[in-house]
């Protein structure tokens, strides 16, 4: 901070000011190469769909998901996304299927699925407290999830 004796009034008007000026320059930056920030977002959702979207979900809704199976599906979801946008968009590399790199998830978010059930499957179940902590996440009973998992540790 250039001055930390300054009161909250005046830095929240310098984080506003700050805010408006990284804003402007992220338009004019845009404004520029319209198609290739497009691009960048449509990887970001894709990298993200890929590497979080099937564990997380298994996570919540299938109590046999595991921790391995969870990181493994993730890994290789994420991984087998960045190879084919890494490989299509720099690497000279063909289009599977004819599919663009900017839906590059359509092939991770499978084998995501696929990696975290064979993993959570062949490495021990989950604890029971765990289970029912995922149960407590998935129904609603009015008890607050976070108060629940802290008892499970005690």
Known sequence: MIDPKASTGRRLTVARVLLIVVAVIGAYVASFQPA?????????????????????VLGIWWKRTTKAGACAGMVVGFGVCLYYLVGTQFGGMELWWGVKNISSGLFGIPLSLIVTVVVSLMTPAPSREMQELVDSVRLPGGTMPLVAARQIQH
């Open 36 to 56: 290739v920030i497009v691009s960048m977002v449509a990887w970001a959702f894709s990298l993200a769909a890929a590497g979080l979207f099937v564990p997380l």
